[in-house]
Nanobody
């Protein structure tokens, strides 16, 4: 069972930046599909960003232009660079991945593997 581990969360003021990282000891190559979702207490999970097997990144509209998802093949690590953070970005952020060949057709929230999350808190 692949167990991704996130790191990099923290508390910042609005307008600040954070970089989240995600790695798994089982990853010897880039998972076919991977991404990030977030959740705040009492609310549904929202997907944030993903990279499909073709390498193309996709973002939810609310983070376009502010967040960047990327994969470092040398470090076998998935990143989420977050800039111009807003209080509404406050959430627990989860790394998620899937290695099924049809993962491009799978919703990010339904990927096979996910981490335990890292908290991001943005104060106004």
């Amino acid at each position: 069972q692949v167990q991704p581990v996130e790191s990099g969360g923290g508390s910042v003021q609005a307008g600040g930046s954070l970089r989240l990282s995600c790695a798994a000891s089982e990853w010897t190559k880039r998972p076919d599909c991977m991404g990030w979702f977030r959740q705040t207490p009492g609310k549904e999970r929202d997907w944030v960003a993903r990279i499909n097997d073709d390498g193309a990144p996709n973002y939810v509209d609310s983070v376009k232009g502010r967040f960047t998802v990327s994969w470092d093949n040398a470090r076998k690590t998935l990143y989420l660079e977050m800039e111009s953070l807003k209080p509404e970005d406050t959430a627990m952020y989860y790394c998620t991945a899937d290695d099924r060949s049809w993962c491009r057709l799978i919703k990010t929230l339904e990927f096979r593997y996910r981490g335990q999350g890292t908290q991001v808190t943005v104060s106004s």
